[in-house]
Structure formats: structure tokens, C-alpha cells
């Protein structure tokens, strides 16, 4: 009796823990990147009131008999299943797909997490809702990004310019039509930087010089001012490909626009898509790109699945500003929770695995969307019954061993 009282209590002390692991995870229900965990019970020992028989020639074997003690929590173990994402369309809120975890530095204590809600600081850094600085790699001037080193703090310079680029090649394609007379022209208008980000206007004029010949010329401003180019004679096949100039490019000497360095005018060859033809019918030569740009300043951010962080600039523009670093373990469930749905490396959890999503077994990320709870309420419902009516079982086990010992102490009488 004294035993069923005691193996009752410790079935007490183990439901009220399983309940108060349910009521945790039905609490964190909304929580974004919350794991669940379940409480896992097991037998503590048992008393062994008869050892087994062997059996002999004359009679059989005999089993042990034995008492259990009770029981006790074995382990809290976490799921750390995927969560349903929620689409917020927020620029800075970014999810995990699969396996990983975000990289945070909390007061010099390296941390991880699966809440992706971020926000910018007074300083341009990325940082969590508690203040931890998210880890990553800084881009350098001209956008690229070495992930080979350590992760460190990313800074998003808010309101820094990125410096002009002059236009140094133009290319040009299309069809100029077959059937078009000696002197016909088709122009073309394109606006070009100096060295200085300024704009030029600049008029190009293709104008049919003999058959299957065209000249092209140039100008630029109001009133118009022409410059010189080299290799500007297109010359065609009776096939309508092009054949001249032979490197397929025209020039535009250092100078020859104001503040300007040289120029190439790529027309591109047979080879390429946007070739230059001479075919009938159609007429739609035109100025394809430009590599030159103004000053720009930062107007919005993207976050690429491989979390590379692209910024958009007034000019255009788009440069790489970082990327955000991914860890992964070899198990995650021995992870440590802290607060701030955080959690920490254990001697259990291997060591963090760092490195960009979408390579050695890291998930990727889906920016403007926030991973859910992966709790689920009609599961925590179920296993609250559970914990309820275990703990109310073994609490009418407490008083049924009291009634029969108060039986017992009333023989006397």
C-alpha cells in the first residue's frame, strides 16, 4: 500500500509535468518559429519480490515477479518540424524552408533561431525583436560577397549613394530593312553617363550609304554637335547577315563626348540574339542596353532565397548588400532553449554548421513570409485529456491506498 502511494505520486509529479508542457506549447500556439516538445515518460525501477526459476527435468521454470516504483519524465523532446509559413508581404520578415536556423549574436553570446521577423536599428543593423544582431556577410564596394569567412553583424547602409558609372558599352540590335533607298536613315536615341554620372543625349543615325551598306553617324546635345566613330561602316551579306565591321563593334573615341570615356557599340554578329540584319519588311533597329548610371541612392530592399540581400537604387541600379548565414546541426533537437524563441549549441547538438541556405543540407529562405508555430491545438487538446485524467487517476490511487491503510489501522479496534 505504501508502495501504490508512493508509485502513485511520482505518476502525479510526471502528469502535471506532461501538463505543463502542453500548456506551454498551446500558449506559444501563435508564436512565430516555435517548436513543440512532448514529455516522454518511462518506468523508474522495479522491486523484485520472487527471481526466476530455471526449469529442470521435473519441473518447469518459474517467472520473476516484480513491483514497479512508479514512473518518471524520461525526456522533454522537442519537434522541430516545419511550421506553416504565413505570407506578410513585410521586406524584412524572412522564413526558413527546411532544415536551419538564423545566426544571431545576443550581447556576445552566439545564438539561433527560427523567428525571421526582423527590423533595422538606429545603426542600419539587422536585429531581432529582442535586439540580437543577425550574422551574415557584408558585400563590398562593388557587391561581392566572400561567405568563406566568419559571419559578422550585417549593416544596411541606409542613405549611403552609389557611385556613378559611365557608359563604356552600348549595344545595339535589330533589323534595318532591306527594301530602305541610298540616303534613307534610322535613328536612334540612347542617354549615356559621363564620368561624373551626368546625362548625355545622344542621337545615332544609321543611314544607307549603298546596297546592303549602312554608315553610321553621331550627335549629341541641343543644338546638335556630331562626334566621330571608327569602324562605322555596317556592311551586310546577300543574306541579310552582317559582316563588317569584322569584331562587330563600333567606336567612340575617349573625348569625343564631353566628360566621356571611350565607347564601344557592340552590334551584335550571326551568333548572338540581338543581332544586326538587313532583312525586308521589317524596320526595328534599336539600342538594346547601356552599362552607364547615374548617382542612386537606396530606395528598397529583396532577399533572394539564397539570402542574398539586393538593394534597389533610384538609377536602376541593383547591388548585392550581404548575405544572411544559415546553421544547421547534427541534431537539432539537443538544442538548449533561451529566451526570445532562441536557442543555443549543446554538447548534444553538434556543432553549428555554418555556412549560405541551399547548400550542404541547409534549407532556403522565402523572404516576406514568417514560419508558424508547428503546434497543433487538436493534438495539445488530446494530450491535455490525457495529462488530466492520468494525474486524476493517480490521485484516486493516493486515495484508495490511504482508505486501506486507514483499514488497517482500524483492525485494532
Do not use: C
Not at 140 to 150: A, F, M, Q, R, T
Amino acid at each position: 500500500m505504501i508502495r501504490s502511494m508512493y508509485a502513485a505520486v511520482t505518476g502525479l509529479r510526471s502528469h502535471q509535468t506532461m501538463m505543463d508542457v502542453v500548456g506551454n506549447n498551446i500558449a506559444n500556439v501563435n508564436t512565430h518559429g516555435f517548436k513543440k516538445s512532448q514529455a516522454l515518460f518511462r518506468e523508474v525501477l522495479s522491486q523484485t519480490v520472487a527471481g526466476a526459476g530455471a526449469p529442470t527435468e521435473t519441473i518447469g521454470g518459474t517467472n520473476p515477479a516484480q513491483v514497479g516504483l512508479g514512473t518518471r519524465v524520461a525526456a522533454i523532446a522537442q519537434n522541430m518540424e516545419q511550421g506553416a509559413l504565413q505570407r506578410t508581404g513585410r521586406s524584412l520578415d524572412i522564413a526558413i524552408e527546411g532544415d536551419g536556423f538564423f545566426i544571431a549574436d545576443f550581447a556576445g553570446e552566439r545564438m539561433f533561431t527560427r523567428a525571421g521577423s526582423f527590423f533595422l536599428d538606429a545603426d542600419g543593423r539587422v536585429v531581432t525583436s529582442d535586439g540580437a544582431l543577425i550574422q551574415g556577410w557584408a558585400a563590398d564596394d562593388v557587391g561581392d560577397i566572400d561567405s568563406s569567412l566568419n559571419p559578422t553583424e550585417l549593416r544596411i547602409p541606409i542613405g549611403r549613394e552609389v557611385e556613378p558609372v559611365p557608359t563604356s558599352d552600348i549595344e545595339i540590335g535589330g533589323n534595318l530593312p532591306a527594301e530602305a533607298l541610298v540616303g534613307d536613315d534610322e535613328i536612334l536615341n540612347v542617354v549615356v553617363y559621363d564620368q561624373q554620372g551626368l546625362p548625355i543625349d545622344v542621337e545615332l543615325t544609321l543611314t544607307k550609304t549603298a546596297a546592303n551598306q549602312w554608315t553610321m553617324s553621331g550627335a549629341y546635345g541641343d543644338p546638335a554637335t556630331a562626334f566621330a566613330l571608327t569602324d562605322n561602316v555596317l556592311t551586310f551579306g546577300n543574306d541579310g547577315e552582317l559582316t563588317a565591321p569584322a569584331d562587330f563593334t563600333i567606336n567612340i573615341g575617349a573625348g569625343q563626348l564631353p566628360n566621356a570615356g571611350a565607347i564601344e557599340l557592340t552590334v551584335g554578329g550571326p551568333d548572338v540574339t540581338t543581332k544586326m540584319s538587313q532583312y525586308g519588311g521589317l524596320a526595328s533597329a534599336a539600342v538594346i542596353t547601356q552599362d552607364g548610371s547615374a548617382t542612386g541612392s537606396l530606395q528598397s530592399l529583396a532577399i533572394g532565397a539564397d539570402g542574398t540581400i539586393m538593394g534597389s537604387y533610384s538609377n536602376g541600379q541593383l547591388r548585392a548588400l550581404g548575405q544572411l548565414g544559415m546553421a544547421n546541426f547534427a541534431n537539432p533537437e539537443g538544442l538548449e532553449r533561451v529566451t526570445g524563441s532562441n536557442w543555443r549549441a549543446t554538447a548534444n547538438s553538434g556543432l553549428a554548421q555554418i555556412g549560405v541556405p541551399g547548400s550542404g543540407g541547409r534549407g532556403t529562405f522565402a523572404a516576406g513570409a514568417l514560419e508558424m508555430s508547428n503546434v497543433d491545438l487538436a493534438e495539445e487538446f488530446t494530450s491535455m485529456i490525457r495529462a488530466q485524467r492520468g494525474f486524476q487517476a493517480n490521485s484516486r490511487m493516493v486515495t484508495a491506498s490511504d482508505e486501506m491503510l486507514q483499514e488497517i489501522v482500524n483492525m485494532k479496534r
